[in-house]
């Protein structure tokens, strides 16, 4: 059986969303449908698209959701590509945008995506299968210095030069466990640590794997155009490097106005959800919501 990814932030997303039974919504990261199966709940005669890129997840969100087949439309296909899919099924607004920005358990807890260090498996770390670069290509092709300029920039990593010049020795690296003991050997012991020593560097690799940037700053300029009036845009991101780029762009969305920040300060879970969900710790929550006296803009592309 296959175990379902447990959404984060459940109730303050709906609470957030104000879902009106016959509303318009998108959850732009689906995975196995736990945000949407919530949406779609609270929906008569109103539709949410789920989009991902993942087509397991989506085989497993489509199983999920079968009994609000009426409310649910599913689309594998990037979440940069709002515009498009909106269009292209007909609806012409969104009452309110969720996209959950984190890695979900489906893709964490199997080995053979290659996303975790805590067992062997591929250097893979692809979202879609259509995706050619893979995390192998990175690890044992690219040159020192823009493997470590990599695992500074999208990540953060301190020792990023150390643990750079520690993979290109050690090629070639065989699998994810591999690499992460790799890893461990280059990080300095810098007191009690809280994050497994390969953390940052897994982080990198996927986002560089999956161009996460690119593809949530293209997300982030398309998306406010398909809100309705009135209508709020929910993002969750899960580190700080995302979640700057989040904060700054509603910002910037407000002060040319027809937007309006409606978290003065991010939203958490609670030490309840944590202990329930200790994935969803590092997760942040933003609102945007485009002013009701704003014209309404068509989907773009």
Do not use: C
């Amino acid at each position: 059986m296959t175990v379902l990814h447990k959404p984060v932030l459940v109730q303050e997303i709906l609470e957030w969303l104000e879902v009106k039974p016959d509303g318009t919504y998108a959850d732009m990261t689906v995975g196995t449908g736990g945000h949407t199966l919530e949406i779609a709940k609270r929906l008569t005669t109103g539709k949410v698209l789920g989009i991902d890129r993942d087509p397991q997840a989506l085989e497993i969100a489509r199983e999920r959701l079968q009994p609000h087949e009426r409310q649910v439309v599913l689309v594998q296909a990037e979440f940069s590509d709002i515009g498009e899919v909106a269009a292209a099924n007909g609806l012409p607004g969104f009452d309110g945008i969720v996209a959950d920005l984190g890695i979900s358990s489906l893709e964490l807890d199997t080995a053979e995506r290659g996303f975790s260090f805590r067992w062997a498996g591929p250097l893979d770390m692809r979202m879609s299968p259509d995706n050619p670069l893979t995390a192998d290509e990175i690890v044992n092709q690219w040159p020192e210095k823009e493997l470590a300029n990599l695992l500074y920039e999208k990540a953060e990593e301190r020792d990023s030069r150390r643990i750079a010049r520690m993979i290109v020795r050690a090629r070639p690296i065989r699998d994810t466990e591999h690499l992460a003991t790799i890893v461990a050997g280059g990080r300095k012991a810098r007191g009690r640590q809280k994050l497994h020593p390969a953390t940052k560097t897994f982080l990198a690799l996927r986002i560089a794997v999956n161009r996460e940037e690119e593809a949530l700053g293209q997300f982030l300029s398309r998306s406010p155009a398909t809100l309705n009036p009135g209508g709020r845009l929910i993002v969750l991101s899960y580190h700080s490097l995302e979640d700057r780029v989040v904060k700054h762009e509603f910002q910037r969305l407000a002060r040319e106005g027809g937007f309006q920040v409606l978290t003065k300060k991010i939203i958490q879970p609670g030490e309840a959800e944590i202990q329930d969900n200790p994935r969803a710790r590092s997760a942040k929550m933003r609102v945007l919501q485009k002013t009701a006296t704003a014209e309404s803009s068509a989907p773009q592309a």
